[in-house]
T-cell receptor, first 113, second 114 residues
Framework: GENVEQHPSTLSVQEGDSAVIKCTYS??????FPWYKQELGKGPQLIID?????GEKKDQRIAVTLNKTAKHFSLHITETQPEDSAVYFC????????????FGGGTRVLVKP | NAGVTQTPKFQVLKTGQSMTLQCAQD?????MSWYRQDPGMGLRLIHY???????DQGEVPNGYNVSRSTTEDFPLRLLSAAPSQTSVYFC?????????????FGNGTRLTVT
């Protein structure tokens, strides 16, 4: 089945700096890669996603890049703000795994004012 | 439009007790699923359903049962609680996972088994 690894597990940045979270996946057939943000006491919420036919996608201060050859994808947050502090999860969906989402272990991001 | 609603928010059980975690969605989503979240292990799929009357096992199904009698509801049953089931449980729904549609999560149930 699919295996998704996420790094780093914790990330501390100064307000205004950029944050980058990286994920690798094992199944080359995976074709959908969402990113979720989880705030304290709440369920994860989708913040951005990318499909395998696209190399990069941006939405205001966040962007995701996908390298299918290397089987890794990354989340980039620019001009970080205190409200970006949360746990972020990457995930991958593979048709060979019944299109079930497999999640990475999560990254706790702390933005210091 | 409430989205995905989970009850209760918190629960403490003694080893061997049984209980049902409730999940309801009002988005008419065919796909519903249950995840457990443990520190450093991300979200692991317990059971899922692609429609009323259809359920299947995920990555960590042992000790849990599910049923899907309606599109809206997808309860998770713990038959005999064990300390290893101490976790935060999330229910999620989606229009159609085959199309890569996003999951919508509830706010979770924090379960402690003593």
């Amino acid at each position: 089945g699919e295996n998704v690894e996420q790094h780093p597990s914790t990330l501390s940045v100064q307000e205004g700096d950029s944050a980058v979270i990286k994920c690798t996946y094992s199944d080359s057939a995976s074709n959908y890669f969402p990113w979720y943000k989880q705030e304290l006491g709440k369920g994860p919420q989708l913040i951005i996603d990318i499909r395998s036919n696209v190399g990069e996608k941006k939405d205001q201060r966040i962007a995701v890049t996908l390298n299918k050859t290397a089987k890794h994808f990354s989340l980039h947050i620019t001009e970080t703000q205190p409200e970006d502090s949360a746990v972020y999860f990457c995930a991958a969906t593979s048709p060979s795994a019944g299109n079930k989402l497999t999640f990475g272990g999560g990254t706790r991001v702390l933005v210091k004012p | 439009n409430a989205g995905v609603t989970q009850t209760p928010k918190f629960q403490v059980l003694k080893t061997g007790q049984s209980m049902t975690l409730q999940c309801a969605q009002d988005m008419n989503h065919e796909y519903m699923s249950w995840y457990r979240q443990d520190p450093g292990m991300g979200l692991r799929l317990i059971h899922y359903s692609v429609g009323a009357g259809i359920t299947d096992q995920g990555e960590v199904p042992n000790g849990y049962n599910v049923s899907r009698s309606t599109t809206e509801d997808f309860p998770l049953r713990l038959l005999s609680a064990a300390p290893s089931q101490t976790s935060v449980y999330f229910c999620a729904s989606s229009i159609n996972p085959k199309a890569g549609s996003p999951l919508h999560f509830g706010n979770g149930t924090r379960l402690t088994v003593t």
